[in-house]
């Protein structure tokens, strides 16, 4: 069943700068009033213009929104504004059966992809569940293994809570 708050009208917004750079894209079913939460981010001064586009529904603004950000990438998007890493990856195989040591080998498994130019620097990795589900581990491992890869260096959080990044 839809909500109503999901049956209203949605506006996709864009911002951009003074020489049509696009800065920011997201959606509201009222983007003046969103435009006052946005004020306070760092990027709103350099704004020198809005554009609004009327979909019937959010989840067709979502659709749109999504889109947008992946094609049109936004400087200061954070959300749907990354490559992802080349995944699952086919030739890991199942660490279930290992005695010891399961983290430690799916933190080679990462560490290969990483040195060995598969993933790339910038480009987003999976959820931690993910990765430890593509071995057949649970999530435990995939947390130790991203956590061990950030303490090298190869892996950063450049947008805090959204997931690990390969390093540049």
């Known amino acids: 069943m839809t ?18 750079h696009l ?12 435009e006052d939460q946005h004020r306070n981010r760092r990027w709103y001064s350099l704004a020198a213009e809005r554009t609004v586009t009327w979909y019937p529904n959010r989840a067709a603004a979502l659709k749109a929104e999504t889109e ?6 936004p400087e200061h998007n954070n959300l749907h ?9 086919k030739h890991w195989p ?10 430690l080998e799916l933190t080679r498994l990462m560490r290969a992809e990483i ?14 569940a993910a990765l430890a589900e593509a071995v057949d581990l649970n999530v ?7 956590k061990a890869l950030w303490k ?17």
């Open 23 to 34: 800065l920011y894209v997201g959606i509201s079913h009222d983007p003046d009033m969103r």
């Open 140 to 146: 435990d491992a995939g947390i130790r293994a991203t």
């Open 115 to 128: 040195t060995e130019g598969r993933w790339l620097p910038g480009q987003k990795l999976p959820r931690q």
């Open 94 to 103: 199942s660490l279930r059966d290992l005695r010891s040591g399961k983290s």
């Open 68 to 73: 947008a950000i992946g094609i049109e990438r």
């Open 3 to 20: 909500s109503p708050l999901q049956a209203l009208s949605t506006a996709l917004y864009r911002y951009f700068d003074e020489a049509g």
């Open 81 to 89: 504004n990354w490559e992802t890493v080349a995944f699952p990856c």
């Open 152 to 168: 090298e260096g190869l892996l950063e959080r450049p947008h805090g809570p959204v997931g690990f990044f390969v390093a540049a």
